[in-house]
């Protein structure tokens, strides 16, 4: 599903990854730990295709069996809005949107129809328990809530990868527990991948696998 091999990024001169390699089955849950500053991040981003390595020869980023390293901006927005979903640790919910509206975006922007579109957040919605906040916006939602509504953004468009950057950082004891649970449950059922950055120890541990980064490299 995800392969990388000897990705590196340089800030300046801050050397933050340096030559990481990694391989990520079809449905596994990958949980990635270590201090401030190892390189979490960074990597999920790269591996997200939200930010860029140093490209050299020996350098490759394959998802999907998708070259991903070699394709132009356009096809890339496109595959990344398709294929991979994204769950940040405050939600990123537009706050002049209801529930339903924030689901719908990433559909609308891959040219889905509205109606097709709405019956499937509204589904989607229903799954994760909230079929009785569609039409609240985010400052009327609990934590949760708003994070319940970012996951069902995140899966609108049935994407094979989702990465997720501590998301439940922000949530209470209760919820991030909730959270967790949900993830594998979603696996299960549609046999997605999870990629999460975590500073939860327990939950990294219930992982398939957990990887510890120590100074820009898996270790």
Known sequence: MITAKNIHKYYDNLHVLKGVDLHIEKGEIVSIVGASGAGKTTLLQILGTLDNPKKSTDTSLEINSENI???????????????????????????????????????????????????????????????????????????GEQQRVAVARALINKPAVIFADEPSGNLDTASAENLHQLFFKLRDEFGQTFVIVTHNEEFANMADRKLVMKDGLIV
């Open 69 to 143: 390293l070699i394709m132009k901006d356009k096809a890339l927005s496109k595959f990344r809005n398709i294929h991979l979903g994204f769950i940040f640790q405050f939600h990123q919910l537009l706050p002049e949107f209801t529930a339903l509206e924030n689901v719908c975006i990433p559909a609308y922007i891959s040219g889905k129809e509205k109606k097709e579109t709405e019956v499937e957040a509204k589904r989607l919605l229903n799954y994760l328990g909230l079929s009785e906040r569609i039409n609240h916006k985010p400052n009327e939602l609990s934590g």
